[in-house]
């Protein structure tokens, strides 16, 4: 069975950093691409970042460019998210989510940690 | 950036009623658009890539058709688990940024 389970999330003052974690087993995981998705509360769904199988091709939302870091570590069936100057802004639920194929869909996602940067 | 708009944002319904949502992009996005239904608390779950791909386990009741900047996500007869919010996804491969629809939620009448 595939399994995302996101770890890390918690209170941050602002300008602070957080490092996600995203679990992942039930799967080959070094044969997928990943991405992060985001959703503040009571609002909408918002694609962060992108990460190939091999870690060669990594893409960002423009609203977290510069500030957020995506990265995997094939041996340990992990994807992690690094995030620095933290805004009130990026106060959300964050998702890992496995591409299923080039441009088909994300067909499995986590359960969802939430970060909350506040003062 | 490609713009998805979708139509309408809250949508009103009975058991048995037959439910249209449409997706606009604002530029041409060939078939790379994803459906997805969330419900509260919950991670949003597929339900048609490739614009009309049903995916495995979703049942046949739903339906996705279009190309190029306008699709619609049909929901042929509406059952009481299928009250969620849906958000359309737009995968095409430049630029790589792939937004997604504001959602509309669909309530029971």
């Known amino acids: 069975e595939v399994q995302l389970v996101e770890s890390g999330g918690g209170l941050v003052q602002p300008g602070g950093s957080l490092r996600l974690s995203c679990a992942a087993s039930?799967?080959?995981?070094?044969?997928?691409?990943m991405n992060w998705v985001r959703q503040a509360p009571g609002k909408g769904l918002e694609w962060v970042s992108y990460?190939?199988?091999?870690?060669?091709?990594?893409y960002y939302a423009d609203s977290v460019k510069g500030r957020f870091t995506i990265s995997r570590d094939n041996a340990k069936n992990s994807l992690y998210l690094q995030m620095n100057s933290l805004r009130a802004e990026d106060t959300a639920v964050y998702y890992c989510?496995?591409?299923?194929?080039?441009?088909?869909?994300?067909?499995?996602w986590g359960q969802g940690t939430l970060v909350t940067v506040s003062s | 950036d490609i713009q998805l708009t979708q139509s309408p944002s809250f949508l009103s319904a009975s058991v048995g009623d037959r439910v249209t949502i449409t997706c606009r992009a604002s530029?041409?996005?060939?078939?790379?658009l994803a459906w997805y239904q969330q419900k509260p608390g919950k991670a949003p779950k597929l339900l048609i890539y490739?614009?009309?791909t049903l995916q495995s386990g979703v049942p046949s009741r739903f339906s996705g058709s279009g190309s190029g900047t306008e699709f619609t996500l049909t929901i042929s007869s509406l059952q009481p688990e299928d009250f969620a919010t849906y958000y359309c996804?737009?995968?095409?491969?430049?630029?790589?940024?792939?937004?997604f629809g504001q959602g509309t939620k669909v309530e029971i009448k």
């Open positions: 989510a496995r591409l299923m194929a080039v441009a088909g869909g994300f067909d499995y």
């Open positions: 039930g799967f080959t995981f070094s044969s997928y691409s």
């Open positions: 990460i190939s199988s091999s870690s060669s091709t990594i």
């Open positions: 530029q041409g996005i060939s078939s790379y």
């Open positions: 490739a614009a009309s």
């Open positions: 996804q737009q995968l095409n491969s430049y630029p790589r940024a792939w937004t």
